[in-house]
């Protein structure tokens, strides 16, 4: 039963405008001054001042920062530059608020279900915050308890960032947010519930059973409510603790990063949405030449129509053949609509950019351009092209597709990975057929409890 602090409540909902209005009132103000009334701002100074604000709330506003920071084209580059800034490592909730959240979710006698549980927070994110726990058996446990009045909190943001799209349209109409916003809105408010998470895990653990590199927590039922998820603690190192390893080393961790996120893919039309570098940890393998990986957090996972997965595989043939026809089916597939000539061939242009390390059948970095600025410069290309030409509405699937392959390809770089990626990738597509996937997906989906994709 809910408590008072679970409620989407009224009052809950006015403390939460109370605390976010100015930062991002102020945001809409001075764009639209700068829009409506030619009036010139310090825009950097500006993003600078919000990015503070936000990084002192915890709750899905921050989360949502992270997000927009990564979309391209969404926001003005300064308020990029700062948003991306902002940190998953929150100050965590103190000992009284841990007592009576796992009192809410367990009972008076919680602590007699535990052998040991730690009084610090081992990591603090924007939605919850995970402790360490022994069970009575001795297994370690990680246990992540949810912020108080996180539903009041999603509800209040969701409104604030409609205002900041409505505002920033006004300043470009290049990209529609409607729908952009509508997926944020969805995934956020399924990752209040973490009874869904512990089916995205058990998910997870079905979809990567054959992957021996590539770990999943397992959920404890008996201590896990839709407040407080418990699962096994999985020991591991910051992803980033490799990055100066030898490059062999860097290479299978990579490899393993790439099957972590594409054989859901591919196989079942299922992606992790949220890339930030927490969300999964290295460790080293039983056997000598091997490294695996952990994923950790499975509370933004999007799973996509089968149609969705052959358009991406579509306008991959359809870039490598040059066939115009194709790249139209793949796109249209997606749900753009209103396609001229001329749109088309800007957004093959982006796409050529995305698919680039895939069509080269050999070993090289994920990107070999000029660190960043040749896609940053392709971008702005393409983004002026669109506004030119009446603009677009991104169908709202590529948020958080967008935001998964900016996420990884970002662990990529860091790595300075060399890798066939071509070879990786034809090892998942090359047996593709659209009805199997379809079979494969409502039979997992089925197996864990969770509805078909929409």
Same mark, same amino acid.
């Given at each position: ?31 639209? @001054? &700068?829009?409506?009334?030619? /009036? $010139? ?11 503070? +604000? #936000? ?126 916003? @509508? &997926?944020?809105?969805?995934? /956020? $408010? ?11 895990? +058990? #998910? ?127 796109? &249209? ?17 982006? +796409? ?103």
């Amino acid at each position: 039963m809910a408590t008072d602090e679970e409620r989407n409540t009224l009052g809950g909902r006015v403390r939460r405008y109370a605390r976010v209005g100015a930062a991002v009132g102020g945001f809409a103000a001075r764009l639209g @001054a &700068e829009r409506v009334f030619g /009036l $010139r701002i310090d825009r950097g100074k500006h993003a600078g001042d919000l990015r503070a +604000a #936000l990084g002192g709330l915890k709750g899905p506003l921050m989360k949502v920062a992270q997000l927009m920071s990564t979309i391209p084209d969404a926001l003005p580059d300064e308020y990029v530059h700062e948003l991306i800034q902002l940190q998953s490592d929150a100050p965590s909730m103190g000992w009284p608020f841990v007592k009576r959240r796992m009192a809410s979710e367990l009972g008076e006698d919680w602590e007699n279900r535990f052998k040991s549980f730690e009084r610090t927070a081992a990591a603090a994110a924007s939605l919850g915050q995970v402790h360490r726990a022994v069970a009575p058996d001795g297994a370690k446990l990680a246990c992540k308890l949810q912020y108080p009045d996180m539903q009041s909190a999603v509800e209040a943001d969701l409104r604030q960032l409609k205002l900041v799209f409505a505002i920033y349209e006004r300043y470009d109409r290049a990209i529609t947010t409607r729908e952009i916003h @509508a &997926e944020i809105a969805e995934r /956020l $408010r399924e990752e209040l519930d973490y009874a869904r998470e512990a089916k995205h895990m +058990a #998910l997870y653990a079905r979809m990567l059973r054959k992957e021996k590199h590539i770990h999943v927590p397992r959920v404890v039922p008996a201590l896990s409510t839709r407040r407080l998820l418990t699962m096994t603690w999985l020991d591991g190192v910051k992803l980033l603790a490799v990055k100066d390893a030898p490059v062999e080393r860097r290479n299978r961790v990579a490899l393993n990063m790439f099957r972590a996120w594409y054989v859901p893919f591919y196989g079942y039309g299922v992606i992790h949405g949220d890339p930030h570098l927490g969300n999964y940890s290295a460790r080293p393998a039983e056997a000598e030449g091997e490294d695996d990986i952990n994923l950790l957090d499975f509370g933004c996972i999007r799973v996509f129509p089968p149609r969705f997965v052959g358009g991406v595989i579509d306008l991959y043939w359809a870039l490598r053949r040059g066939d115009r026809d194709l790249a139209v089916h793949a796109y &249209e597939t997606w749900g753009f609509t209103g396609l001229s000539k001329e749109i088309i061939a800007a957004l093959n242009r982006w +796409a050529a950019f995305v698919y680039a390390p895939l069509m080269e059948d050999r070993t090289r970095l994920i990107e070999e351009t000029n660190s960043g600025v040749y896609g940053r410069e392709v971008a702005e290309k393409v983004h002026a092209d669109i506004r030119r030409l009446g603009g677009v509405t991104p169908p709202r699937e590529f948020v958080l597709m967008d935001r998964a392959a900016i996420g990884l390809g970002s662990v990529f770089l860091h790595l300075k990975a060399e890798v066939n990626w071509h070879r990786l990738f034809h090892d998942l597509i090359d047996d593709f057929e659209l009805k199997a996937l379809a079979k494969r997906q409502a039979a997992a989906l089925g197996a864990v409890g969770l509805p078909p994709a929409a």
